[in-house]
């Protein structure tokens, strides 16, 4: 952070300048902390400098002026460790509901090896709280890239080269305004073995935790004139083995498949998605009463598998999207074979070129016969 690279003057000081703006700047209802690496211990003891992190101002309502002091203490000492400063950030986050997000400022990989940052991120990640952490790097190298690319890809979050002052202050704003921005939080539910047995869940967004290769059960009602349309993802918070797949299936409480929604790849992913949609026809109202709604039977199933020096619990982290909405008119807007109202325009076609057809062949029939005679 000594080195003076960064608009002439040095990472320290363009990162304490940032944070200044980005304090001056930040929207009241944000609650913010600081918490330093590799600021406090200048000796060589590894030992001692890969446990170099501390609460520089604990997460609460900010006080601007005692924020910028705390920051204007800040002294770089050579040591980066990263994966225990996440592990303390986590711990100061850690409690409620609201939007979580660490941002991650570094000119340097780690160097506190073998504790691996990527892996640390991983781990919060599958604690399923909610957690995104966002890298910057100033004027970093490939490998301090690559390790800040894989932290923010295990959360969700972003990875930004900087290389100015201006962007720094602009995209440690940005991420703080993000924060502040209201989120729908999921709501926690566990599928079953099977459909009998499947939680009934509205229109909404839910966390769940699906072992490597298992299928979990969800219920839905659908009444007649509307179209479910549900989404999965499934998130690979640690390393899997390079073949994977998704599946979203819709079932009647008989076990008759009514529509799926599938995604497979092959290399390195964070999260994979499949969808589906289901518009049921509208129906009548018989003697006054109207139509009972259809349970449909969602099944969600993943097709992951780890190494076997990866551990393999708790489950793969679900994300699944639920919502009904009015359906379109079956009898005029859904397709026939697929086509919705260009049905007529095909089948006019096909009796157009059947009649031309036939026309065709008794012109080239007569021209035989006259030429015979």
């Known amino acids: 952070m000594r080195a003076r690279d960064i608009d002439g003057q040095s990472r320290m000081a ?5 944070f200044n703006e980005v304090l001056d700047a930040v929207p009241q209802e944000v609650e913010l902390g600081i918490r330093t690496l590799g600021a406090n211990y200048p000796g060589k ?13 604990p997460v609460g309502p900010l006080d601007r002026t005692e924020a910028k002091t705390a920051v204007a203490t800040l002294v ?6 990263i994966g ?47 957690l995104t952490i966002d890298t910057l790097g100033l004027v970093p190298d490939a490998k301090t890239r690559r390790q800040l690319t894989c932290i923010a890809e295990a959360t969700g979050g972003t990875y930004t080269s900087v290389r100015h002052t201006d962007e720094l202050s602009g995209r440690v704003k940005q991420l703080v305004d993000r924060a502040a921005d209201p989120v729908v939080t999921p709501v926690a539910t566990e599928g079953a073995a099977r459909c009998a047995d499947a939680p009934q869940i509205k229109p909404g967004l839910y966390s769940d ?13 659908v009444l007649p004139g509307q179209e479910l349309r549900a989404s999965v993802s499934v998130a690979a918070d640690r390393a899997v083995d390079r073949d994977y797949a998704v599946l979203l299936r819709a079932v009647t409480m008989r076990g008759r498949e009514i ?18 949609r289901y518009p ?32 393999t619990t708790p489950g793969l982290p679900v994300e699944l999207t639920v919502d009904l909405v009015d359906s379109p008119d079956m009898a005029s807007d859904v397709a026939a074979f697929g086509l919705g109202r260009g049905w007529w325009l095909l089948v006019t076609l096909v009796l157009t ?10 012109i080239s029939r007569l021209r035989v016969v006259r030429r015979t005679n």
């Open 259 to 276: 529509v799926r929604g599938s995604e497979a790849g092959d290399g390195r992913t964070d999260v994979i998605s499949a969808g589906l």
């Open 353 to 362: 070129g059947l009649v031309a057809g036939l026309l065709w062949g008794w």
């Open 209 to 221: 935790r699906e072992k490597f290769s298992e299928h979990r059960w969800y219920r839905v009602d």
């Open 84 to 130: 225990p400063a996440l592990l303390g950030a986590a711990e100061d986050l850690d409690g409620g509901d609201a939007t979580r997000r660490i941002v991650l400022i570094t000119d340097g990989e780690d160097t506190c090896a073998p504790l691996d940052p990527c892996e640390v991120a991983r781990e919060i990640a599958a604690r399923g709280i909610h």
């Open 14 to 18: 363009a990162a304490k300048q940032a």
């Open 45 to 57: 003891d590894t030992a001692v400098g890969c446990k170099d992190t501390r609460q520089l101002y």
């Open 280 to 311: 049921k026809p509208p129906a009548d109202d018989v003697d006054g009463v109207k139509p009972a709604a259809e349970t449909v039977c969602l099944q969600v199933g993943n097709a992951f598998s780890a190494p076997d020096s990866v551990q």
């Open 76 to 81: 770089p000492t050579g040591w980066t460790p």
